[in-house]
């Protein structure tokens, strides 16, 4: 059997070298979150029920766009793949029913990026349930055997949903998000993690409904898994590993009373019920309740909202087909009443709330639920089940296990579950930016700290002055992934999402041009990211159909690096007509692999197209890549102790440590982009040995990197480039884009 390309070793990742591989990466795509037939971006309501047909053949791209895709991102100098796909998309039919032609259409587009040297772990996405909940993830049909009726979300705020939002440009920003804690997310999780204890009735196929739902997800994940080992070249040499769920919720287990709010619910927007309420709007009963503004230290109360569904019910009516997906629901589950109420919760009659406690005991043990305990015994248990799925397929799979979001990670450390071949995988976000779409150079929050209680009132979590931002966001991912070590046990910790909002300040850089603001919020991540002593990471997102005015095409959010109203960084800041092509070869030249394609001139025209209004599409700029383009190590002889990148001097360092001396055979190789470090303006400082910068990767997207032959023990490298503004505006000089750009922005066809 061949080594295999990528291996784990304690908390490291090795390569068939035995050197430590740092894993700088980027999830694809945020479209693959809906379908591409129909086209149905969040924001367009047309055949938005008509979940059973669909499909996403075209997701994350075509095949014909893949490599300009990947070609780009492999060029700035992204060596890891997150691949978002869905639930939905494998088994969107019905039960059972596997679009194959999606399926192949995956496999297409992962042989493309093992021709690029990537490598890719499988993330089966989901957020907030389904798009029919307000986000992304399961199909339609699940909503439907969970008894719930998804055309009643809008009138009993079950969901809210941007689909069916009356005035979709006026959707708040990120309440998607609170659809955690509304009635159809609080069904829907406890059933798929927690039915067998709270909701024993719920029987369907022979089955309790938790058991139907994990059982289905996982045989859809465990069938792409199949058929990319089916496949035949994929195994290990680009598919490294697979997620677990991403963003895992518990639903309403371990709440204490459903008639408050529970304490550790920090996100609040919009009109918000407690449980209880959503209860009593779901079966059609209007309700008062606190409606809540998110400030800079988090949500306020602002006044109150009366919510009247005039009778409809988020519950299917006792007269719905139940025949239309084939399967059988038991007797004792009636349709047409609150599954609640069917267990005793309370008393549809008088509307007499009977067990506020109902979720705060497991019914097993007795004992008291809290966030740890859910996690411990029924997000694992799923996670086992789907572990086991997955290596029953790939038996060297790396495993990114990702617990509930900012929770306690799982004890795993010293168990049976203390897999040598799991990572780590949490996520995080600068939450006052992401919520207040708006950069604070002077003051943020220690949310991790105020979390774990580490302050005694909020006030003394905040941390002014820029420096003090940007070691607060280190010492959060540091604590993230020390925890992970002290629950979890000795595995590598990759964050798997990270990432912020690029309309910010009511998209100023899109009116003007100037990304300044994007450019210290992204390099204030990647400072966290590179000091926290993780392993890897995957930028959230790369969406290639972003635009100024929809954003991601999904609900409101604005993250991807890279969009149709905005300029690509330049291969090189030296390049002009004149030496344009010499200075694309060092990105894709026009006769590396003839490109290994045949881009069309109607799919890279169809790049461009964008109606987005002049007012915030006609000032483009870098969108702040020179941030998120930057030098990292690859493959270090040893073990990193540290490394990092100043963007406003531009100079990069790295320390490691080795038993070995690295030789020309097996060097420690630094990826260097050009826009920072071209090749004849660099100065580069060794503790020891010799190096070389050159292009490097002929058939996979080609990449400038320094490689450094150096002695045993410890050893540092510094290097330094070209100094200049950060979020380049339209009307500063600009150097021209290399070859490949041109061709996509003209629209040209490359044989």
């Not at 002055?465 to 020390?482: H, K, M, V, W, Y």
């Amino acid at each position: 059997m061949a080594p295999l390309r990528l291996r784990i070793e304690g908390r490291t990742f090795r390569d068939t070298n035995n050197r430590e591989v740092t894993l700088r990466g980027i999830n694809v795509a945020g479209d693959a979150k809906f379908p591409t037939s129909p086209d149905l971006p969040s924001h367009k309501s047309d055949r938005f029920y008509e979940g059973d047909d669909v499909s996403f053949v075209g997701r994350p791209f075509s095949v014909d766009e893949a490599h300009l895709h990947f070609s780009r991102l492999r060029r700035w100098g992204y060596s890891l793949i997150r691949y978002v796909f869905t639930w939905e998309a494998i088994e969107h039919a019905g039960p059972g029913k596997y679009d194959e032609d999606w399926v192949q259409h995956t496999i297409q587009v992962l042989r493309l990026a093992k021709d690029y040297g990537f490598y890719v772990f499988m993330d089966p996405h989901q957020d907030v349930w389904s798009r029919f909940t307000g986000g992304s993830g399961a199909p339609m049909w699940t909503v439907y055997a969970c008894g719930l009726n998804p055309r009643a979300f809008p009138a009993t705020e079950a969901a809210w949903v941007h689909n069916t939002y009356p005035q979709p440009a006026e959707y708040p920003k990120m309440i998607w998000s609170t659809n955690y804690t509304r009635l159809a997310c609080q069904v829907i999780f406890t059933m798929f993690f927690a039915g067998k204890a709270f909701l024993p009735k719920a029987i369907i196929d022979g089955k309790n409904i938790q058991d139907y739902l994990q059982d289905h997800f996982v045989s859809a994940c465990r069938h792409l898994a199949v058929r990319i080992q089916e496949a035949g070249d994929l195994e290990n040499g680009v598919v490294i590993g697979w997620e677990s769920m991403n963003e895992p919720n518990r639903g309403l287990v371990g709440y204490q009373d459903v008639s408050v709010i529970p304490s550790e619910q920090k996100l609040q927007k919009g009109p918000s019920p407690t449980a209880w309420q959503a209860i009593l709007l779901g079966s059609g009963r209007s309700c008062e309740m606190a409606n809540w503004v998110f400030g800079g230290l988090g949500p306020y109360k602002s006044g109150t909202t009366l919510v009247d569904p005039k009778g409809e019910m988020a519950w299917l009516p006792a007269d719905y087909d139940d025949s239309r997906y084939g399967w059988k629901r038991d007797p004792g589950w009636k349709l047409g009443e609150c599954i609640w109420a069917q267990h005793g919760l309370w008393d549809p009659s008088s509307d007499e709330l009977l067990k506020k406690d109902y979720f705060a005991k497991d019914p097993e043990s007795d004992r008291k639920i809290d966030y740890e305990y859910f996690t411990n015994k029924w997000f694992m248990s799923y996670y086992r089940k789907h572990s086991e799925a997955i290596t029953s397929v790939y038996s060297n799979a790396i495993m990114f296990c990702q617990p509930p979001v900012l929770e306690i990670p799982p004890s795993l450390k010293g168990t049976e579950d203390d897999d040598p071949n799991m990572v780590f995988s949490p996520h995080y976000y600068d939450g006052v930016t992401l919520m207040m779409k708006k950069w604070n150079r002077y003051w943020n929050v220690d949310v991790f700290g105020i979390l774990r209680g580490r302050y005694l009132s909020p006030a003394f979590a905040i941390k002014v002055g820029e420096t003090a931002i940007r070691n607060c966001f280190r010492d959060q991912l540091s604590a993230i992934r020390r925890e992970g070590v002290d629950y979890m046990g000795n595995h590598p910790c990759v964050f798997t999402e990270i990432g912020i909002p690029y309309d910010m300040d009511d998209k100023y850089a899109y009116k003007t041009g100037d990304y300044t603001s994007q450019s210290s919020a992204m390099d204030a991540n990647h400072f966290a990211l590179e000091g926290c002593g993780a392993n890897g990471y995957a930028l959230w997102v790369y969406t290639a159909m972003n635009n100024h005015e929809w954003g991601d095409l999904w609900n409101g959010e604005d993250l991807s690096i890279v969009s149709v109203d905005d300029k690509l960084l330049p291969v090189s800041p030296s390049a002009n007509a004149k030496d344009q092509k010499s200075a694309s070869a060092s990105s894709t030249s026009s006769d590396d692999r003839n490109l290994k394609q045949t881009l069309s001139t109607t799919s890279m025209a169809s790049l461009q197209r964008s109606n987005t209004p002049a007012e915030i599409g006609s000032n483009p700029g870098y969108r702040a890549a020179e941030a998120y383009v930057r030098p990292s190590p690859m493959a270090t002889m040893g073990n990193v102790i540290s490394y990092g990148f100043d963007l406003r001097n531009c100079t990069f360092t790295l320390v490691l440590e080795s038993a070995d001396a690295a030789t020309e055979e097996v060097s420690t190789e630094v990826f260097l982009p050009e826009y920072h470090f071209p090749k004849d303006n660099i100065t580069v400082e060794v503790s020891s040995g010799k190096w070389t910068v050159k292009a490097d990767g002929a058939d996979d997207g080609v990449i400038q990197v320094l490689k450094w032959q150096h002695d045993r023990g410890r050893q540092s490298l510094t290097v330094k480039g070209v100094k200049r503004r950060q979020g380049t505006s339209l009307g500063q000089e600009e150097p021209a884009p290399g070859y490949l750009e041109q061709c996509w922005q003209s629209g040209c066809t490359i044989m």
